[in-house]
């Protein structure tokens, strides 16, 4: 019996659009978590129906509170239904992920130990390729099977240094987020932060649409004076391949200049935000 009454320490933000069979599996992964303590918010743009009724199914199955917040289908609005869904969490700490990314075990953990105020959390991600995303079972994720290297590579995984990102832990892991030269940006895939920063710049930049909206979110709380930590080599999920319809060229230029204009004005606040 799931109680309802107790706040939750972690709200974790999954987005989705019409992609139910990874969803799902994003889903079981967060029902295998170590850290018990969270509710799952889905921010849902504009769904058909099918994804409602997989949500309606799954909270009869995982031991988490789901939240479906849903907005009617517009286009690419991802900004739009996030700073929906963070006004719509419970807890103090927000975790912000996608539906096509599963989290390891211990991902919720590894962002509940690191919070501190004053900071963000910058994680990231392993991509898989479209046959291993598909064959990704059930028993799978409760195996951990789909972040073992070894079984990877019997699917096909090739040799690289990212998969650093899968083995490493303990002191290598601390090593490696030291020594990345990846930014430690907002990362829509795999960051968290406190509720309270993200309302203070007034959540995601609703003119924002594909790329670089949840990167222009993390420069507004840097110029806040929020500082980030980078956890790429802690804070693990692995990536569903999938295609991205929606990224288009005039999307990008526009969201460039809006970054440009938070970075050289040095802005905090966005009008296009939660508060109108």
């Known amino acids: 019996m799931k109680d309802t009454v107790e706040i939750p320490k972690i709200s974790v933000i999954v987005s989705t659009y019409n992609a139910e069979e990874w969803l799902q599996k994003v889903l079981w992964g967060f029902n295998q978590q170590t850290f018990k303590n969270f509710e799952v918010v889905i921010a849902d743009d504009g769904s058909r129906d099918a994804t409602k009724e997989l949500l309606?199914?799954?909270?009869?199955?995982?031991?988490?509170?789901?939240?479906?917040?849903?907005?009617?289908?517009?286009g690419f609005q991802k900004s739009r239904i996030l700073n929906k869904a963070v006004s719509s969490c419970a807890a103090e700490y927000i975790i912000m992920t996608d539906g096509d990314c599963i989290p390891r075990e211990d991902f919720v953990q590894v962002h509940y130990i690191n919070k501190e105020e004053g900071y963000f959390i910058s994680g990231g991600y392993y991509m898989l390729p479209m046959n291993i995303s598909k064959l990704i079972t059930l028993e799978d994720i409760q195996k951990q099977n789909c972040f073992n290297i070894n079984w990877l590579k019997e699917k096909g995984i090739p040799q690289t240094f990212k998969n650093n990102k899968l083995t490493a832990n303990g002191l290598i892991s601390k090593l490696l987020n030291w020594i990345t030269p990846t930014n430690a940006s907002w990362n829509g895939h795999n960051s968290s932060g406190w509720k309270k920063d993200i309302l203070n710049v007034n959540g995601f930049d609703e003119r924002m649409q594909y790329g670089?909206?949840?990167?222009?979110?993390?420069?507004?709380?840097?110029?806040?004076?929020?500082?980030s930590k980078q956890l790429r080599y802690s804070a693990v999920c692995v990536h569903l391949d999938h295609k991205r319809g929606y990224k288009t060229?005039?999307?990008?230029?526009?969201?460039?200049?809006?970054?440009?204009?938070?970075?050289?004005?040095?802005?905090?606040?966005?009008?296009?935000?939660?508060?109108?």
């Open 56 to 74: 309606e199914q799954m909270s009869k199955e995982v031991f988490y509170p789901i939240v479906h917040v849903w907005q009617e289908d517009d």
């Open 212 to 227: 670089g909206q949840d990167r222009e979110l993390g420069e507004r709380l840097f110029n806040f004076g929020v500082k």
């Open 249 to 276: 060229p005039e999307s990008i230029a526009k969201n460039v200049g809006i970054r440009k204009d938070t970075k050289r004005e040095k802005r905090v606040w966005t009008f296009y935000g939660i508060t109108k």
